[in-house]
């Protein structure tokens, strides 16, 4: 039997929109912000102070002083005379000064901002409150909603409907910055007819989460809870304490599940949490659209606390993948001539299309370069059950070395060389367990297998076949359109990935012949376009940071300064006479 919040969660997951917060006094106090009638004893002890009184207990002075209870708007009237002067005697209770700021006091709280992000994803439309401060407004433009707020009758009036607003906050008690809030037993008896009919149709039409209230005071949005003749959706009250008096009297008007022992910020996370975690749950069930997955890896790259759910984001869609490169879509196919496997690419592009696009994502903006390791593992175990056949071997790895482009290119991007240097050099298979998967891939065959299967245009006067580095820029230049600033500066990370990922296959192979001379590396795209600027500016980093490159630091050139200067002079000379027997020319 599921308990009560995880109840809740479901519920607000299956409903999104469908459930209402009422938020009280005890989700402000974390932050250092005092109720109304804490603010009203504060005004009353200035008045004592000015009027000579020296009473301990100032409200008592009040009633035995003026005949009458202490009432807000009768005390700024004294103390302040204008509108104005009223305004700035309030903001002190409200807003932070720069030493609070600093050490977050009077700030949105925990609780207001993840109520923040579950308005932000359409779970929570509607927040009543009887608190006067603007602190859910300012968690709500954190996450970039701008709410309509109602806090008097003429805004009620003529406010959008509430099924048209993205956020609605309806302050029952008024606004700081208005003179006229509610604090008096007396003003909390009853509210303007116009605001009366809000909170019907609120109470009617939504489900309700009620925090931080007591509801001993507030006799007017007692009236309007109980008044409600529907009861279409659940109540879910959250209480420190055990709930009683008026409060256990809703509760057991509204049949309301209670959920205690947690403070506001304890309560709304575990919520915000939960819920989390069941789309968590669905997204591994059912595929991510890709703006969906770019969205979640940019919000979980951001905070370790998220690593759980970024590698689980990751992984899935991995697992997604490798599932699907196992089907009968490709396992069908018998070895033949590499031209029978065109229609292969355009499924491998669409299976792989999510993954892609969250490995640039990770690539561009994180470090986890394991992780993306991890993923390309994953992917590339589809390509080894493919029996003793090569060339179907060879094909079902086109989508591995895609994804290793694409994070790999977004890497160089961001100037994480760190990232290039794991991803060509970490990565292993059962089959590639002695070396790289990028030395496996990196091989000839690999550079040429893909001429034949699709046709691309060659520059003008070029020799010799290199279509797969035209395609994988082709294909790749739009997934960066939020990344780079142009196309030159995609071809520049394009070349330099290629540049790197060719000398760190030359540096391979010559750890495994170490009595040749000969030097090889897959002649990238940086052959035909740019060369000689990507060799000159590697050429300069060596110079310029010798054994401190963060390419050697990761590992790539088993770390060694000199290792990597013995393979990029030959490896510089070999590849410019290859571009230049090619027709690429170098420049």
């Known amino acids: 039997m599921p308990d009560s919040m995880a109840s809740l969660a479901f519920s607000v997951y299956s409903g999104r929109g469908v459930y209402a917060v009422l938020l009280g006094s005890g989700v402000s106090r974390s932050s250092g912000i005092p109720t109304g009638w804490e603010i009203t004893l504060k005004l009353v002890e200035r008045l004592a102070v000015l009027s000579g009184a020296e009473r301990e207990d100032s409200a008592a002075w009040y009633t035995e002083t003026y005949k009458e209870e202490p009432d807000y708007s009768m005390l700024l009237e004294k103390l302040a005379k204008s509108p104005g002067d009223r305004n700035f005697s309030l903001r002190p209770y409200f807003e932070p000064t720069e030493q609070e700021r600093e050490e977050g006091g009077r700030l949105p709280t925990a609780a207001h901002k993840a109520i923040a992000e579950l308005v932000a994803k359409g779970y929570i439309r509607v927040i009543v409150t009887t608190n006067f401060d603007r602190l859910m407004e300012q968690a709500l433009g954190e996450v970039g909603v701008t709410p309509n707020v109602v806090w008097n009758a003429d805004q009620a009036k003529g406010m959008a409907p509430l099924v048209h607003s993205r956020c609605t906050i309806i302050k029952v008690h008024g606004d700081y910055t208005d003179t006229r809030i509610k604090n008096t037993v007396g003003e909390l008896a009853t509210y303007e007819e116009e605001m009366d009919k809000l909170l019907d149709q609120v109470f009617d039409e939504y489900g309700l989460i009620v925090c931080g209230w007591s509801a001993d005071w507030d006799e007017a949005l007692r009236s309007a809870i109980e008044r409600c003749p529907n009861r279409r959706f659940m109540t879910y009250w959250s209480a420190y304490s055990a709930v009683s008096g008026r409060a256990q009297e809703l509760c057991t008007r509204r049949a309301a599940q209670i959920i205690s022992g947690m403070v506001a910020d304890e309560f709304f996370g575990q919520l915000k949490e939960k819920i989390e975690a069941i789309e968590a749950l669905d997204s591994s069930r059912h595929p991510l659209s890709k703006q969906m997955a770019v969205a979640s890896v940019k919000k979980y790259i951001t905070e370790d606390r998220y690593r759980p759910r970024l590698h689980d984001l990751f992984m899935g869609e991995a697992e997604r993948v490798n599932n699907l490169l196992l089907g009968e879509k490709y396992f069908n196919q018998s070895a033949g001539r590499r031209e029978e496997f065109a229609p292969l690419v355009p499924l491998y592009e669409s299976d792989v299309e999510v993954l892609l696009a969250m490995m640039i994502a990770g690539g561009f903006w994180g470090s986890d370069s394991k992780l993306w390791i991890r993923c390309l593992e994953r992917v590339a175990t589809a390509s080894e059950s493919n029996g003793g056949d090569q060339l179907l071997r060879d094909v079902a790895l086109y989508p591995v070395r895609l994804l290793m482009y694409g994070c790999g290119v977004a890497a160089a991007a961001s100037d994480r060389d760190e990232t290039v240097a794991a991803l060509l050099t970490q990565a292993r298979t059962s089959r590639c367990h002695r070396k790289s998967l990028w030395h496996g891939i990196g091989e000839e065959t690999h550079v040429h297998w893909f001429d034949g299967i699709v046709s691309v245009d ?20 739009p997934e960066f359109r939020d990344y780079i600033s142009g196309e030159d500066e995609f071809r ?38 740019g060369g000689a600027a990507v060799t000159a500016d590697l050429q300069e980093e060596v110079e310029r940071e010798g054994d401190e490159m963060p390419l050697l630091k990761a590992g790539a050139f088993g770390g060694s300064i000199k290792r990597l200067k013995a393979v990029k002079e030959p490896f510089d000379d070999f590849i410019k006479k290859r571009a230049m027997a090619m027709g690429f020319g170098w420049n």
């Open 458 to 477: 060659l520059p003008s006067g070029a020799l010799g076949p290199h279509p797969i580095s035209h395609h994988f820029f082709n294909r790749l230049l």
């Open 492 to 529: 520049a990370a394009f070349n330099r990935f290629e540049y790197l990922a060719a000398l760190v296959y030359a540096d391979l192979e010559r750890q495994q012949n170490p009595g040749t001379d000969y030097v090889w590396g897959p002649h990238g795209l940086f052959a035909w376009r």
